[in-house]
């Protein structure tokens, strides 16, 4: 399975961003996960197959939004109110666990990442 994100740019702090992440194949649990630099990847936000259950970052509760779209394989990140904190390059990733998970280890499949990049 590959994965396919975009969506990413340049905005300024309050400004939002939408991400897109389109699977080759039949993707299970979809997550977002983000890596600044000299950091670690860190988890964002994560779906159910169903869409029913969704997890976040503490960090980016009321502000980010996971979504998805199984006809079109497809997972979404909608980002409003950006802080210069949120500057990362973001990764979708795929894990076929039937359990709701947020470490990156856990997850099977991972696309190229898109860069985000938010400016104060």
């Known amino acids: 399975v590959q994965l396919q994100a975009s969506g990413g740019g340049l905005v300024q702090a309050g400004g939002s961003l939408r991400l897109s992440c389109a699977a080759s194949g039949r993707a299970f649990n979809m997550g977002w996960f983000r890596q600044a630099p000299g950091k670690e990847r860190e988890f964002v936000a994560s779906?159910?197959?169903?869409?029913?259950?969704?997890k976040y970052l503490d960090s980016v509760k009321g502000r980010f939004s996971i979504a998805r779209d199984n006809a079109k394989n497809a997972v979404y990140l909608q980002m409003d109110s950006l802080k210069s904190e949120d500057t990362a390059v973001y990764y979708c990733?795929?894990?076929?666990?039937?359990?709701?998970?947020?470490?990156?280890?856990?997850?099977?499949?991972w696309g190229q990442g898109t860069q985000v990049t938010v400016s104060s």
């Open positions: 779906i159910s197959w169903s869409g029913d259950s969704k």
């Open positions: 990733a795929i894990d076929y666990s039937r359990v709701l998970r947020t470490s990156p280890a856990d997850y099977d499949y």
